[in-house]
Structures are given as C-alpha cells and as structure tokens.
C-alpha cells in the first residue's frame, strides 16, 4: 500500500464520538486502484477457501437422503419380493387344491351317473327274482297239467299258458333272458351242474337237461340254469350199453 495514503490516516481516536457511535470527521479517503486490487484478490481467495467446504457441505448434505432413499427402496423392494414369492406360493397351492377337487368332483359324477344308470338297468332285480318261481310254477303245470288235462280243463290251461306268455314278455320288456343251456357246452358262468350222465352220443360235458331254466338281467346273473351234463363213459358202462341195444 502506498505510504503517502497510510500518512493520511489519523491516529488519534478523540476525533470520534464519546460513545464511539458518532461517524468518522474529518477528511474522506478515497481508495486507489492498488487497494481495489488487493481487496479484490483477498475477497477471491476467501470465496476460492470457502467453497470447496461449502461444495463439500453440499454434497454431504445430498448423499445422505439419497442414501437413506436407496436403502428404503432397496428394503421396499425385499419385502415385495418376499410377498411376491409368498403370493405365488399360495396361488400354486390353490390351483392344486382346485386340481384335487376337480377330479374329485368328476369321479363324484361319473359314480352318481353309474349308480342312476345301475339303478335304471337292475333296480328291479329283486323282483323279477320273486317272480322266477311263480314263473316255474306256471311252467311245471303246463307241463305235467296238458298231458293229463281232459276236455274240459283245456280253456284252464290255455288261461294258464296266456298268463305265462305274458309275464315272460313283461320280463323281457325289463332286459330278462333267459339262459340257452340244453345242448350247448357247460360253462360254469351260466350252468350249474346238478349231476353227470354217461353218453355216447354228444361230446363231453354237454348239457343234456335242464332241471331249472336260468336267467340274465341284461348282462347281469339272476342265477343260473341248473343242468344235468354228459361225461365219456367208462368200459363198463359202455359195454353195459352196448348189452341193452341188442
């Protein structure tokens, strides 16, 4: 600074107020070109000081709520994928559960439409059983009533027989047939066989009389025809055979 203006100064502090707040008498100084600049350097040094720490103070000051934001989100995105994973869980879980109870509820209805049709086909089996031995009766006094009936029994008979035709058509009507048996080869899924008879005039175990006809309720069992069934017969009775022909 120059010294010509440092000389101007005053030094003496009487030139002021009592209380120090009176304004500065005397003559005013006008800065030079010199002081300016120094002024102005010290000001840019103090700003070109200050601002890396306020620089600094930022950009503490806008990490840490972006920090805390990126935490919070990064702990929201956690939970979300937890609940997804959870969501997705139990949706797998329901759809099985519906899958189970979907083929429950087909096998309930296949059943129920078995068990109508059944009903539909056999509910009436029971008495059509009932009715298999009236209808025997009718057929034995058919039999043993028409050779030995006289004249005046015949239009009897006849009612009898008109009865007879109509229950086995009623039967029919119902899915009941009878079990062709005599003269066919004994099979013991229709047959049952009540005695063997030696003969040599059909193939073994063929069915030779029916004692009892059988019946089937479309294609179930009511019970089977009971049979008497051939066998080959041994040399004895052969030869026995043979005595009685000649």
């Known amino acids: 600074m120059d010294d010509s203006v440092m000389s101007d100064l005053p030094d003496d ?3 002021f ?101 059944e009903s539909l086909k056999f509910g009436h089996q029971n008495l059509v059983k009932d009715l ?36 086995l058509g009623a039967l029919a009507k119902h899915g009941v047939k009878e079990i062709e048996a005599r003269g066919r080869t004994f099979d013991p899924a229709d047959h049952e066989a009540m005695g063997q008879v030696p003969s040599a005039e059909v193939p073994p175990n063929t069915v030779l009389e029916v004692l009892q006809k059988g019946y089937v309720i479309h294609d179930r069992m009511l019970r089977p025809a009971r049979v008497i069934v051939s066998r080959e017969a041994t040399q004895e009775e052969a030869d026995a055979g043979d005595r009685l022909k000649d």
Do not use: C, W
């Open 13 to 15: 502090s009487s030139e």
């Open 17 to 117: 107020g009592e209380d120090g707040a009176d304004a500065l008498e005397g003559p005013t100084i006008e800065a030079s070109s010199e002081m300016e600049d120094a002024l102005r350097e010290a000001t840019a040094a103090l700003e070109a000081r200050s601002a890396p720490e306020s620089a600094a103070a930022s950009t503490d000051s806008s990490d840490s709520p972006d920090k805390m934001t990126i935490e919070l989100l990064s702990q929201e995105l956690q939970d979300l994928k937890a609940l997804y994973e959870e969501t997705v869980k139990e949706f797998e879980e329901q759809g099985e559960q519906h899958l189970r109870l979907q083929a429950e509820f087909d096998n309930f209805r296949r059943r129920s439409l078995k068990e109508k049709q």
């Open 132 to 167: 298999l031995s009236a209808v025997d009766n009718l057929e034995r006094a058919l039999e043993h009533g028409a050779p030995n009936a006289g004249p005046e029994f015949k239009g009897l008979l006849d009612g009898v027989e008109l009865v007879y035709r109509e229950v």
